[in-house]
């Protein structure tokens, strides 16, 4: 079974500060992994997409790396806005049940 | 359709009745998924189609839930027998194929059971 861990669970910085989420999974054998957020009260929003055979990739001020042999991927927020305040949540894609983790709520002052 | 669309978007019922919650994918995807999450925690996987099989359902909780997509386009959710337990948010996702798909998320279905 998948296992997903994401640290922080929850942070709190200051406008314009950049950041990054950590994102653990303990099965490597993955297709992709996804990142999202999620505002209250709503569903989730696609962030960011990284195949297997990617390292990285790009969106904006959004950065995701993937490292599948360590089971580890990073979102790398810079210049971070209140507008960013919301749950992230990262979606390893694989053969397995798909499970997402607990989420890193995000909390940007202004 | 643009996104992935779900009806009701507020589902309020009384214990023991039966409750079906829809969902309409992005045209052309093959793969859905249902999920539920419950307050404070990530989205719990249920059931996962392609096309109009049910590939993994090893994520329903128990016999009350099940779920059908018999032209593997839209999908309904059914509860039987609602329990208080069972309040909670139901997503739907749909992405083009499973291997390399991205996942796309409806807006939810959120349940709550007296």
């Known amino acids: 079974k998948q296992e997903v861990t994401q640290i922080p669970a929850a942070l709190s910085v200051p406008e314009g500060e950049n950041l990054v989420l950590n994102c653990s999974f303990t099965?490597?054998?993955?297709?992709?992994l996804q990142w999202f957020r999620q505002d209250p009260g709503k569903g989730l929003t696609s962030l960011l997409l990284?195949?297997?055979?990617?390292r990285e990739q790009t969106s904006g001020r959004l950065n995701a790396s993937l490292d599948k042999s360590s089971g580890r991927s990073t979102l790398y927020i810079a210049a971070s806005q209140p507008g960013d305040s919301a749950t992230y949540l990262c979606l390893p894609g694989g053969y397995q049940k798909v499970t997402f983790g607990t989420g890193t709520k995000l909390q940007v002052i202004p | 359709g643009a996104g992935v669309s779900q009806t009701p978007s507020n589902k309020v019922t009384e214990k023991g009745k039966y409750v079906e919650l829809r969902c309409d994918p992005i045209s052309g995807h093959t793969a859905l998924y249902w999920y539920r999450q419950s307050l404070g925690q990530g989205p719990e996987f249920l059931i996962y189609?392609?096309?109009?099989?049910?590939?993994?359902d090893s994520g329903l909780p128990n016999d009350r839930f099940f779920a059908v997509r018999p032209e593997g386009s839209v999908s309904t959710l059914k509860i039987q027998r609602t329990e208080r337990g069972d309040s909670a948010v139901y997503l739907c996702?749909?992405?083009?194929?499973?291997?390399?798909?991205?996942?796309?998320f409806g807006e939810g279905s959120r349940l709550t059971v007296l």
């Open positions: 990284i195949q297997s055979s990617q």
């Open positions: 996702a749909s992405s083009l194929t499973r291997a390399t798909g991205e996942l796309f």
């Open positions: 099965d490597s054998a993955i297709y992709n």
């Open positions: 189609f392609q096309g109009t099989g049910a590939a993994d």
